[in-house]
C-alpha cells in the first residue's frame, strides 16, 4: 500500500503541471493541444463487457482494451493466448499441457486460468469442475472467427460472479456478413524447412440473407506432429553408460532424454444465426494434447504416450429488446458440456522387465466431466434523469461435476526356465483395475447484481454496483461484491478514473475433492481436511487516459490488490506435488503500475506500446520437519511439510518488468502489410526457487491483400531472432523450467468466393 501511494503522488504532481499549462492562454502551438474540429474526430473506441452495455472506454469503471480482428489478422495470433500475451500487464507460460495466462504479477503454480473470467459473446467458457478457461488450442473458437476481443482488467465479480479475480475477456464473434460467402484459409507451420510440422484448415460460409436472417457457419482441422526434444533431467543413460559400458542391444531404459511426444491434434466447429432480437449459436472443440515431460512422476520415454483430451460443447441463445433509448432488455441461456481426459503410464513393481514386453507400466486415466446450464436476465433503464441503472439475476445450475481416477496394476506371471531351474521366465501380467477417485456432484448459484452509473455532472461519474452471490452444492460461502468508480473529465482530452472494487473464487470441485495416490497411501482430499475458504480480492486502482491526437491515446495505471486465502497445490519441499492436494495459502497482495500508448497516424501505420512493473509478495512455504515411524522398516524418518506463511516472498512465475511493442506498416497501401511485434519479459521464479532467464521476443508476419483475385497470402515468422527462454515448470511438473519453441515459420492462404 505504501508503494501505492508512493507511485500515485508523483502522478498527481505531473497532472497539475500539464494542466496547469494547459489552462495557460500562451497562443503557441503545442502537439499536445487540439482544436474543436480536432476534439470532434477524437475516435474513442467503445465496450460493452465493462458495465454490460455499450459504453466508451473513456466512460467505462476499468482499465480496457480492446483487440480487433484486423489487429488479430495482420499479426499472426493464432489462439487466444497469442493475443493476451500482447496486451498491457498480461503473460503466458506454455508448460506442453496449456497455456496459462497471468496478470498483473499473478500466476502460480497449478492454476489454470481460474482467475479469469472467459467470455464467448457474454456467454461464460470457465468449465465447471476445475474451473479452467481455455487459451490455447482447447479454446472454443478459431482466432478467424473474432471479430474483437474486449479485456478488462480489474475485479469483476460486482457484475460477474465468480472467477473475474483479476478480469474479464469477452470474445465477440463475427457475423455472416463479415464473409457474404465461401473462405477457405490454410496454414503451413514448420521449425525447418525440410518438413512441414503442422497443418490447419478452416472452411468458413457467412451470409446475410434478404429475409434479414445472418447465418454464419465455420469448421477447423489442426495437425501437427511433435519434433524432437531433449530434457537433460530425464537423461539416465549417459551416466549409466560412463559407468557400465554399452547397453544391451535393444535394451531402451534408462531414458535419454530424447522424446518426440509434443503432438497436437483439435477440431472445432461453430455456427451463429441472428434474426431480428434472437442469436442462436453453438460450438464444439476436441483438442488432443501429447505429454512429452512425465507429469506426476510419469514414465519417461517415446514408447510410453502421455495424453490429454479436452472436449467442449455449447449452445447459446441471446435475446435482446430495446423499448426506448433509455430502456433494454437482455436475457441469455446456454447449455454447456465439458470432459478431460488424462492418460499417464507409471512404472509397476516389475518395470525391469523391458526385453520381452517393454517397460511394465501401470496405466492411469483420470476423467473429469461437466454440464451445466447457465441463464441470466438483465434490464438497463433511466428511471430518473443522470441515473442508468442495470438490473440482473443469474444462475448456474450445474447438473454435472464428476472425477474419476482410475489405475490398472499388473502382477507379473511367473515360470520356472526348463533351461536354467534357477531362473524365471515372464510369459504375461494379471491386471487388475483400482479406482482411487469417484466423485459425482451437483451445486447451484444464483446470483443477483445492480449498477447505477450516476452522472453528476458535466466532469463528474459515479459508477457504482453491487452483486450478492448464493451459493449451494459446493464448500463456499455467500458473497457480496461491491465495485465503485469515480470518473472525472479533467479536460476534453483527459479522463482519470479512482477505482475500488471486491471479487471472490469459489473453490472448485476438484480442489475440494481430489485426491490421487502416488505411493501405499493416498493423499486426503481437501474435503477430509475442512473444506477451503473462498478466495476474496480487494483491488484499489488509478487510471489516467489522455489523447495526444485524436487518433493516440495514452494511459497510465497504478494499482494494489490484496488476494486473501488463496487456493494453491500444496508440495513437499525441492519436489513437485505428485500427490496432489490444494490448500489455503493465506495472503498475496501487489503494486504495480502499467504505462500504454496506442494510435493510427495519418500514414496508416498502426501500433501499441506498454510498459508494466509489478511488485509481489504472497505466503511462501516454510518448511517444518517431523519424525515419523515406519512400521514396514521399523524405523524413524523424517518427514517434510510445508506450511505457508506470509513473509515477503515473490511469487513464482511473477515478472518485475514487462514492455511489448506492437506496429502495423503499410508497406503497399491497402495492399501489403507488415506486423511487428515484441515482447520482454524480466526473469521470473520457479517453484524450487530458481529464476528463468529474461528475454526479447519477436515476431514478424508479412499480409499480401488480394494477391490474386479473392486471395490473401501472409507469412509470420515466430521468434525472429531464435531467443531460447524458458518458462516455470507447472506443479505437476518434475522439470523445474520448460524451454520454449524456438524459431519458426507460418505460410498462410485464405480464398474467398
Not at 504532481?13 to 502551438?29: K, S
Not at 475477456?169 to 525440410?194: H, L, P, Q
Not at 547397453?247 to 531404459?253: A, F, K, S
Request: glycine content about 8%; aromatic content about 14%; overall charge negative.
Amino acid at each position: 500500500m505504501v508503494m501505492f501511494v508512493s507511485l500515485l503522488l508523483p502522478v498527481f504532481g505531473f497532472a497539475e503541471i500539464v494542466f496547469a499549462q494547459q489552462a495557460e492562454d500562451t497562443g503557441q502551438d503545442d502537439m499536445f493541444e487540439m482544436d474543436i474540429e480536432q476534439l470532434m474526430e477524437i475516435e474513442v473506441e467503445t465496450v460493452t463487457t465493462a458495465s454490460k452495455f455499450a459504453q466508451k472506454v473513456t466512460d467505462a469503471p476499468s482499465s480496457v482494451t480492446v483487440i480487433t480482428a484486423d489487429e488479430i489478422r495482420l499479426y499472426g495470433h493464432r489462439t487466444l493466448a497469442d493475443i493476451l500475451r500482447s496486451v498491457k500487464g498480461f503473460y503466458t507460460s506454455y508448460d506442453r499441457h496449456y497455456e496459462h495466462v497471468g496478470v498483473r504479477g499473478f500466476s502460480l503454480p497449478g492454476d489454470t486460468n481460474t482467475r479469469i473470467l472467459i467470455l464467448v459473446d457474454g456467454f461464460r467458457m470457465n468449465e465447471n469442475v476445475r474451473g479452467h478457461g481455455g487459451i490455447g488450442h482447447e479454446f472454443l473458437l478459431d482466432t478467424d472467427l473474432i471479430d474483437r476481443v474486449e479485456i478488462v482488467r480489474g475485479p469483476g465479480s460486482a457484475l460477474y460472479g465468480s472467477n473475474a479475480v483479476f478480469g474479464v475477456i469477452n470474445v465477440i464473434t463475427k457475423k455472416g456478413k463479415d464473409y457474404d460467402g465461401f473462405e477457405f484459409s490454410g496454414d503451413m507451420f514448420t521449425e525447418k524447412f525440410s518438413r512441414f510440422e503442422a497443418q490447419r484448415g478452416r472452411i468458413t460460409y457467412g451470409k446475410e440473407f434478404d429475409s434479414g436472417l445472418d447465418w454464419l457457419v465455420s469448421a477447423s482441422l489442426f495437425g501437427r506432429d511433435g519434433r524432437m526434444m531433449f530434457y537433460p533431467h530425464f537423461d539416465e543413460r549417459t551416466a549409466l553408460i560412463e559407468e557400465e559400458g554399452p547397453l544391451d542391444e535393444g535394451q531402451i531404459w534408462p531414458p535419454d532424454g530424447y522424446t518426440p511426444n509434443d503432438d497436437e491434434f483439435f477440431h472445432k466447429f461453430f455456427t451463429k444465426l441472428t434474426l431480428d432480437e434472437f442469436t442462436l449459436e453453438a460450438g464444439f472443440s476436441r483438442r488432443k494434447k501429447q505429454i512429452p515431460t512425465a507429469p506426476l512422476g510419469a514414465v519417461f520415454e517415446p514408447e510410453y504416450q502421455h495424453y490429454k483430451f479436452d472436449t467442449q460443447a455449447f449452445i447459446g441463445l441471446t435475446y435482446q429488446h430495446e423499448f426506448s433509448d433509455t430502456s433494454s432488455i437482455l436475457a441469455r441461456l446456454s447449455y454447456n458440456a465439458y470432459n478431460h481426459r488424462r492418460k499417464v503410464h507409471y512404472f509397476s513393481e516389475q518395470w525391469w522387465e523391458y526385453d520381452q514386453f517393454g517397460y511394465v507400466t501401470n496405466p492411469e486415466v483420470f476423467d473429469r466431466r461437466g454440464t451445466w446450464w447457465n441463464g441470466e436476465v438483465q434490464y438497463t433503464h433511466q428511471p430518473i434523469e443522470n441515473h442508468k441503472l442495470t438490473w440482473g439475476v443469474e444462475f448456474q445450475y450445474n447438473g454435472r461435476q464428476d472425477m474419476d481416477l482410475d489405475r490398472r496394476s499388473d502382477e507379473a506371471i511367473e515360470i520356472q526356465d526348463p533351461c536354467d531351474p534357477c531362473e524365471v521366465i515372464v510369459t504375461g501380467f494379471d491386471s487388475t483395475v483400482a479406482q482411487y477417485l469417484n466423485v459425482q456432484k451437483n451445486s447451484r448459484w444464483l446470483g443477483f447484481y445492480v449498477q447505477d452509473e450516476w452522472t453528476m455532472s458535466d466532469t463528474w461519474t459515479l459508477n457504482a454496483g453491487v452483486r450478492y452471490d448464493d451459493i449451494q452444492g459446493a464448500l463456499a460461502r455467500d458473497t457480496i461484491n461491491p465495485r465503485f468508480a469515480l470518473i472525472n473529465q479533467w479536460s476534453d482530452t483527459t479522463t482519470a478514473k479512482w477505482l475500488y472494487g471486491t471479487s471472490f473464487r469459489a473453490p472448485t470441485v476438484e480442489e475440494v475433492y481430489y485426491q490421487n495416490e502416488a505411493s501405499d497411501t493416498a493423499q486426503p482430499s481437501a474435503e477430509s481436511l475442512g473444506g477451503l475458504e473462498t478466495e476474496t480480492i480487494e483491488t484499489y486502482e488509478f487510471v489516467l487516459e489522455h489523447y495526444f491526437k485524436p487518433n493516440i491515446r495514452g494511459s497510465l495505471s497504478i494499482f494494489h490488490y490484496k488476494l486473501h486465502d488463496f487456493i494453491n497445490l500444496y508440495s513437499w519441499e525441492g519436489g513437485p506435488p505428485y500427490q496432489l492436494r490444494w490448500e489455503n495459502w493465506g495472503m498475496a497482495e501487489a503494486t504495480g503500475m502499467e504505462l500504454g500508448l496506442e494510435g493510427k497516424s495519418q500514414s496508416g501505420i498502426w501500433g501499441r506500446a506498454s510498459y508494466s512493473v509489478t511488485s509481489t509478495e504472497y505466503g511462501a512455504p516454510t518448511w517444518n520437519s517431523y519424525p515419523v515411524w515406519d512400521d514396514e522398516e521399523e524405523e524413524w524418518y523424517d518427514e517434510t511439510e510445508g506450511v505457508a506463511t506470509h513473509h515477503g516472498a515473490r511469487m513464482p512465475n511473477s515478472p518485475l518488468h514487462l514492455a511489448k511493442l506492437n506496429v502495423i506498416v503499410p508497406i503497399v497501401e491497402d495492399k501489403l502489410f507488415a506486423g511487428f511485434e515484441a515482447q520482454y519479459s524480466s526473469r521470473r521464479k520457479t517453484l524450487a526457487e530458481e529464476k528463468t532467464n529474461s528475454y526479447l521476443l519477436s515476431n514478424l508476419t508479412f499480409t499480401w491483400v488480394d494477391a490474386m483475385k479473392n486471395m490473401d497470402i501472409s507469412f509470420g515468422i515466430y521468434n525472429l531472432f531464435n531467443t531460447r527462454y524458458y518458462h516455470p515448470a507447472w506443479g505437476d511438473n518434475e522439470l523445474d523450467s520448460i524451454e520454449q519453441n524456438g524459431r519458426s515459420f507460418l505460410f498462410n492462404m485464405r480464398y474467398r468466393f
